[in-house]
């Protein structure tokens, strides 16, 4: 997986004034932990991490965290374990995971199915049951996301996780009875008849109506 460096600053305030503070200087507060690492809150150039989340990577890249603090620049491998939004949509916070390369670690990876099945050419519907699966690993092993093949799946086929050939040094944590995809008959609604007989009657009805009409206005 690509390796990306991204650098960050030590910072002290701490609150929701400082927060929208950094926001107005195009700055975003963040903060990095791991097993064995205190929580340490950092500021980071909102156009460093437009540059990282360019690198179309995902949210497991893996990251050369380039930390400054008055005593000097320390790196440390990282994930981006998660990104804040506001409902705008803009990024508010970043939250950055200590790992070691040497020690597996899990995370959620998306799942991407990807050609056409035959049974959708022949009529069928694909549906995507699970979008994503907990994988442990080592931090090399990581992948931005799962390409599953499913062009030969046809309707009636169902695609689970015991089904999946995950990459040497990959395991899912997913219970393996676990439906990923599968290709659904088309849904065929069926026209209600008209029953002829209840079609005579309702004109029988409309006859009926027009004599009786007919014999007031006589009268």
Known sequence: M???SLAALVRKETGKGAARQLRKNHQIPAIF????TEPTMLTIEMAEIDRVMRSGSGE???IDLLVT???????RKVILKDLALDPLGTLVHADFYEISMDKKITVNIPVQLINTPSG????GILQHIRRQLSVTCLPDKLMSSLELDVSGMDIGDSLHIRDINFPEGVSCDDEEHLTVAIVAAPTIVEEPEEDEETGEEGEEEAVSDEEKSSEEVKD
Request: charged share 15%; hydrophobic share 25%.
């Open 2 to 4: 690509q390796q990306i």
């Open 33 to 36: 932990y791991g097993p064995s």
């Open 60 to 62: 497991n890249m893996i």
């Open 69 to 75: 603090t008055d005593a000097g620049t320390d790196t």
């Open 120 to 123: 959708v050419t022949d009529g």
